[in-house]
């Protein structure tokens, strides 16, 4: 996953922002919740199920991920798979503090869970 806005020190999925990328297709994962599918603010708010853009693994895919504000986009394979405003979203779930508490800014983190994964073409823009 990408982790967006999380402090130096501590829990970049739950203490800042993490969008979920990962390969959905495989039935490793078949029995996750939605909120922890590509696309997703990981476990806080799920990606759109009709837009499942990713490419199988060994493929490779483009992300794109804005945020603006409270305003989050996440494109995968130029298709919008959520537009979230951490505003909207005054409870968080399984414990962890709401998306509205979460801070504006802060580091970016580039993740895996287990296994090769494989970064490319990484860009910052600040605008």
């Known amino acids: 996953g990408v982790s967006l806005r999380c402090p130096a020190k501590g829990d970049p999925a739950h203490e800042g922002l993490e969008v979920q990328l990962l ?3 495989s039935g490793l994962y078949k029995n996750i919740e ?3 599918r590509s696309g ?3 476990m806080q708010a799920a990606a759109r ?3 499942r853009a990713a490419l199988p693994a060994g ?3 483009r992300c794109e991920i804005s945020c603006i504000g409270a305003e989050v986009i996440v494109r995968i394979n130029d298709v919008e798979v959520n537009r979230v405003n951490l505003q909207a979203f ?3 779930r399984n414990g962890r503090s709401a998306l509205k508490d979460r801070p504006l800014s802060g580091v970016i983190a580039l993740e895996a869970r287990s296994g090769r994964v494989e970064f490319r073409k990484v860009t910052v823009d600040k605008k």
């Open 23 to 25: 390969d959905d297709a």
């Open 34 to 36: 939605p909120e922890q």
């Open 40 to 42: 997703a603010i990981y």
């Open 49 to 51: 199920t009709n837009a």
């Open 59 to 61: 493929e490779w895919n």
């Open 90 to 92: 005054k409870i968080g």
